[in-house]
Nanobody, 125 residues
Framework: QVSLVESGGGLVQAGGSLRLSCTGS????????MAWFRQAPGKEREFVATINRSGSTQSYADSVQGRFTISRDNAKNTVYLQMNNLQSDDTASYYC??????????????????WGQGTQVTVSS
């Protein structure tokens, strides 16, 4: 079982950037397919980005394509989400999630077994 801890959230002006980090403990993150999801108040949790074990394949939600980049450093047991040109609609709690490797990358929250506690991102306009 793996434990996940997110960091890097905060308050940023529209057009600004943030980099979120997700660090694993208990088991190496290289074992897992990783993803970022987000949830705004009153809304369902939505997919943001996912990455395969080696980092060679990524997939993004249409709403963040071209602005966000997911990456991983397996040596540091960490997954990142670089967020550029942030907009007010990006305001949400951001969660990292892990999925066992026997599956392909996925964009549905129910496909992921392990979750972090979340980090808040607030974009002011």
């Amino acid at each position: 079982q793996v434990s996940l801890v997110e960091s890097g959230g905060g308050l940023v002006q529209a057009g600004g950037s943030l980099r979120l980090s997700c660090t694993g403990s208990g088991r190496t993150l290289s074992t897992y397919i990783m993803a970022w999801f987000r949830q705004a108040p009153g809304k369902e949790r939505e997919f943001v980005a996912t990455i395969n074990r080696s980092g060679s394949t990524q997939s993004y939600a249409d709403s963040v394509q071209g602005r966000f980049t997911i990456s991983r450093d397996n040596a540091k047991n960490t997954v990142y989400l670089q967020m550029n040109n942030l907009q007010s609609d990006d305001t949400a709690s951001y969660y990292c999630a892990a999925r066992p490797p026997r599956f392909a990358i996925g964009d549905t929250a129910g496909q992921y077994d392990y979750w972090g506690q979340g980090t808040q991102v607030t974009v002011s306009s």
